[in-house]
């Protein structure tokens, strides 16, 4: 067992307590993860979507949903982001750079952003790992291209899909339009691609006073903030705070 300096054993003790739960927890995500890998064989892709992307020189293309597979790696990543943001959305739209110019209803989602934020520095790290990963917007290509500017993205593959079905297909666009956050998992088989998992608890009931937390063992600012006295704050991510944005 180890101590830290001046601890109280009342301290110790509780600790200890937290210590065999966080163990518990370790065991029940491990096994999360044991019976996602083990599911059975999704459903073929109903079409090779056509994205509007960049190709390698950085010019407008057209893009397969088979061309975000890169030749060695056949697992892809896809977060939809949402772009246009909510309907409903109320907090504040970006006040700099080419995002500022977009009317309210077209600018992003501050939470979407702040999270590409975070997997931006992890996607060189994953591409190393053998894994295809990229973000898909129903947004125009150069509304998505300048938001990744301002932002400074520099590493995610940003696609596209104002001119097709695919995000009302996987259930990332609601009836009404709505856009609609979702992390997809496809794997590409000798039979095809295949879909592979979705963040379904995105889109589950909650729990009271709580969020979706569809992701929230990859939210690496929500995680942060659970190691803390104070915990997660009523609090919600912003395009920018104060003068500047936040990358």
């Keep these: 067992m180890i101590t830290f300096p001046n601890e109280s054993a009342k301290y110790r003790t509780a600790r200890q307590k937290l210590l ?14 044991v019976a996602r890998r083990a599911l059975p064989p999704g459903g073929l892709i109903r079409q090779d979507y056509v994205f509007d992307g960049l190709d390698d020189a950085g010019k407008p293309a057209k893009i397969k949903l088979s061309e975000l597979f ?42 979407c952003t702040c999270l590409l934020d975070q997997f931006d520095g992890a996607i060189g790290h994953l591409e190393a790992a053998g894994f295809n990963f990229a973000v898909v917007a129903k947004t125009a290509l150069e509304n998505l291209t300048a938001l990744g500017r301002d932002r400074g993205w520099k590493n995610m593959r940003l696609v596209s899909s104002a001119g097709n079905s695919f995000k009302r297909d996987y259930n990332a666009e609601a009836d009404d339009g709505a856009q609609l956050p979702l992390l997809s998992v496809f794997h590409r088989d000798a039979d095809g691609i295949r879909h592979f998992w979705s963040s379904e608890l995105d889109l589950a ?9 569809g992701l929230g063992t990859c939210e690496t600012l929500w995680n942060l903030m659970d190691f803390t006295p104070e915990g997660r704050p009523d609090w919600d991510e912003q395009l920018q705070y104060g003068a500047a944005c936040c990358h």
Excluded: W
């Excluded at 065999?20 to 993860?33: D, F, K, N, P, S």
């Design 70 to 111: 890169a030749p060695d790696k056949g697992t892809l990543i896809l977060y939809n982001m949402m772009f246009p943001r909510h309907p409903q959305e109320k907090r504040d739209v970006a006040t700099g750079g080419e995002t500022a110019k977009l009317a309210r209803h077209d600018q992003p989602c501050p939470s």
């Design 20 to 33: 065999l739960r966080e163990i518990e927890l370790r065991r029940a995500m491990e096994a999360v993860a």
């Design 205 to 213: 009931p909650t729990d009271p006073g709580q969020d979706p937390r």
